[in-house]
């Protein structure tokens, strides 16, 4: 990675990769490819590239981030149903110490009562839900714009 070019690590995790099939009715007709093509237009335009990764398997999604941590400027993260179970994800987001955004296509709070919580938020710098494909495109601003203002909080305080 140079500074020139940072890379973003898009990460996935449980039954992502059935969107487009699974609940349409609140995750929409998109599918994992569209975002993952969405994210990497995104980026490019903003002189950044895209390492894409999901899997079901907890272990897995912690590998993947512990494994590229070096090589990435930031992670944007939809840990799924991961999000509100997994100590041991939200230990790996914050062990890589580099920036994350979380994103949920639907409002986590506005559904089911378990979803409202997420433990990987607080070791994140910034929350996008309900948004459906859109958050993505946001998130992918957020994290640059956090990754060139050298890790100062996004809202531009000191």
Do not use: W
């Amino acid at each position: 990675m140079t500074s020139s070019s940072p890379t973003i690590l898009l990460v996935h995790g449980p039954n992502l990769n059935l969107l487009g099939e699974r609940k349409p009715e609140v995750y929409g007709t998109t599918t994992l490819l569209d975002i993952e093509a969405d994210v990497a237009a995104a980026a490019n335009e903003l002189g950044a590239s895209v390492l894409c990764f999901q899997s079901n398997h907890e272990g897995a999604l912690i590998d993947f981030l512990h494994e590229h941590r070096k090589l990435a400027a930031g992670v944007i993260i939809n840990a799924g149903a991961f999000t509100h179970t997994s100590v041991a994800l939200r230990d790996a987001i914050e062990a890589i110490e580099i920036p994350v955004v979380e994103v949920h296509i639907s409002n986590t709070h506005a559904r089911e009562g378990f979803r409202h919580v997420s433990l990987i938020a607080p070791v994140c710098t910034g929350q996008i839900a309900g948004l459906g494909r859109a958050g993505y495109g946001a998130a992918v601003r957020l994290l640059l714009k956090h990754i060139t203002a050298g890790k100062r909080p996004v809202d531009g305080t000191p």
